[in-house]
């Protein structure tokens, strides 16, 4: 991973809290990010996951804490934390009526970018849409509209992307395309944050890993770190089996380019 | 907050008539049932109504089927408001740097020209069956400035409807009374043939005022003092069904 340089972190969180109604959410969550690395967020459903997604991206107020994304405090200058990021990932909220062409240019013009239709057809081709670019997103598999979510997420290169459960209801191949963009959206600078309910994705995927517990960050680091926390490893003579994805896989054709 | 709130409106406007466009049965379907109740009224009810006037039975009715038209039009506009809450598609352009207002106020002017092209169906439908007017182009300007008003009042409690529903059906189920109004109104009957107490009701009701300004620019016979009672209740309807929206919205983008 390039090494960011001594930035402030690109997201901080302190103490957040939010309830609804009687049902506490978020009880005192605080983390770092830093610039430039993909940070997984990883709890089970009903973890809290999606309601601090939905804070950081200035959908939803905190009752109690601070965050600030990209050095703007989310409370107090939400217009900072909304140019500086973009919203994707689990409910893929992509126009249906409109095709995956008019889904981008429509937000490159949102974003006031020069030449929206060049835009729109360079995603195109990036994220191998470009022979669909003209059908309506209504008719896409899960793995396309996904990868359209995400093409529209780097219009106007937000310095920061969150993507809420980005691979949930996707098939295995589908899931590789997206680890796939995910990484080289890192690779080039932008800090993802990225929330999971999949062990192996955050393994894949993530720089650090935090894990959401009952509404707290139950603990925080890198894989390594979190290895650590298991008694050293013994060694024991397994048969190794294929696992049902690797069959899956070889039988469909293996789509993967960078084996792990 | 945004320098560009004309702009990000006129593009978050172009999507929605994008979305009328590809499903041009939105308008139709709003159009069909105003033009079955005028065929129906006309050609089977209307012998027997006596409306005072010698004119045509379709000048008298027209107004109200307008009414109607517009009442039903809006259903679709809460329909549209609840579908992108429902599909993200609303949470994405939030949580992007535009004015929110935008989002709000591209559904309204998308209900504006959707209904007008459905007011457009029913009057050259309505023109079909015999309906002839002298009007002045005045008069014409003025009749479409009061169908305009009408139109936002009632798509500001669209959007009032659209985004505190819970399901499609009870986004558009708001507009059933208001299709219901006109007919305990003057725009059928003349009020003075109803028994007491709906009498009373049906002039002292917005439509009665609205309807009876509207055919009277139509039939060019003076307004009176009818035409400022109809604008009051527009203004009046106009002015709590934004503020009710917009304190709605404000809750729900926190």
């Known amino acids: 991973m390039t090494a960011a340089r001594a930035l402030d972190p690109a997201i901080r969180v302190q103490g957040i809290e939010k309830s609804f109604k009687d049902l506490q959410v978020l009880r005192g969550v605080g983390f770092e990010v830093k610039a430039g690395s993909i940070f997984a967020l990883l709890g089970s459903n009903g973890a809290g996951k999606t309601t601090l997604v939905r804070i950081l991206s200035t959908l939803l107020r905190p009752d109690a804490g601070t965050a600030s994304v990209n050095g703007f405090d989310v409370g107090a200058e939400p217009a900072g934390v909304r140019g500086s990021i973009s919203l994707g990932g689990q409910f893929a909220a992509v126009d249906e009526v409109l095709t995956g062409r008019e889904n981008l240019v429509l937000v490159a013009r949102l974003r006031h970018v020069k030449d929206p239709g060049a835009v729109a057809d360079s995603l195109l081709a990036r994220f191998d849409l470009a022979e669909a670019g003209d059908r309506r997103a209504a008719t896409y598999s899960g793995g396309m509209r996904r990868r359209l979510d995400i093409a529209m997420s780097l219009i106007g290169d937000p310095p920061v992307i969150f993507l809420d459960e980005p691979t949930t209801g996707l098939d295995p191949q589908a899931r590789i395309e997206v680890w796939q963009t995910i990484r080289q959206l890192a690779g080039g600078g932008t800090t993802v944050l990225l929330t999971t309910q999949y062990l192996d994705e955050a393994e894949q995927l993530a720089d650090r890993i935090a894990i959401l517990h009952q509404g707290t960050i139950i603990q925080n680091g890198t894989l390594a770190e979190l290895k650590q926390l298991l008694p050293p490893a013994k060694v024991e003579y397994v048969e190794k089996q294929p696992s049902l994805e690797d069959v899956f896989l070889a039988l469909v054709g293996d789509t993967r380019k960078e084996p792990r | 907050m945004s320098t560009h709130v004309l702009a990000d409106t006129g593009v978050l406007t172009g999507r929605s008539l994008r979305h009328i466009l590809r499903s041009p049965d939105t308008i139709i379907t709003t159009a069909v049932t105003p033009i079955a109740?005028?065929?129906?009224?006309?050609?089977?009810?209307?012998?027997?109504?006596?409306?005072?006037?010698?004119?045509?039975?379709?000048?008298?009715?027209?107004?109200?089927?307008?009414?109607?038209?517009?009442?039903?039009?809006?259903?679709?506009?809460?329909?549209?408001?609840?579908?992108?809450?429902?599909?993200?598609?609303?949470?994405?352009?939030?949580?992007?740097?535009?004015?929110?207002?935008?989002?709000?106020?591209?559904?309204?002017?998308?209900?504006?020209?959707?209904?007008?092209?459905?007011?457009?169906?029913?009057?050259?439908?309505?023109?079909?069956?015999?309906?002839?007017?002298?009007?002045?182009?005045?008069?014409?300007?003025?009749?479409?400035?009061?169908?305009?008003?009408?139109?936002?009042?009632?798509?500001?409690?669209?959007?009032?409807?659209?985004?505190s529903a819970k399901t499609v059906d009870g986004a558009s189920a708001f507009s059933y009374p208001l299709i219901f109004l006109p007919f305990i109104s003057s725009a059928f009957v003349p009020t003075d043939s109803m028994p007491g107490p709906v009498a009373w009701f049906a002039e002292n009701q917005p439509v009665t005022s609205i309807v009876d300004t509207i055919r009277a620019l139509f039939a060019q016979e003076p307004v009176g003092t009818g035409i400022w009672i109809a604008m009051a209740w527009l203004a009046g309807i106009l002015v709590a069904g934004y503020a009710f929206a917009i304190a709605a919205y404000r809750r729900k983008a926190a």
């Open chain 2, 37 to 163: 109740l005028m065929l129906l009224f006309v050609y089977v009810f209307g012998g027997a109504i006596s409306t005072g006037s010698p004119d045509a039975y379709v000048n008298y009715m027209l107004p109200g089927i307008l009414l109607i038209t517009i009442a039903s039009g809006v259903a679709y506009t809460a329909y549209r408001l609840f579908l992108d809450l429902q599909g993200g598609i609303f949470e994405r352009f939030q949580s992007m740097p535009i004015a929110r207002s935008s989002v709000l106020w591209a559904h309204v002017l998308t209900s504006l020209a959707a209904n007008l092209a459905s007011v457009a169906v029913v009057v050259a439908v309505a023109l079909a069956m015999g309906f002839r007017t002298g009007a002045s182009p005045a008069a014409w300007l003025a009749v479409a400035g009061i169908l305009v008003l009408f139109t936002l009042a009632l798509t500001w409690i669209a959007v009032l409807a659209g985004l």
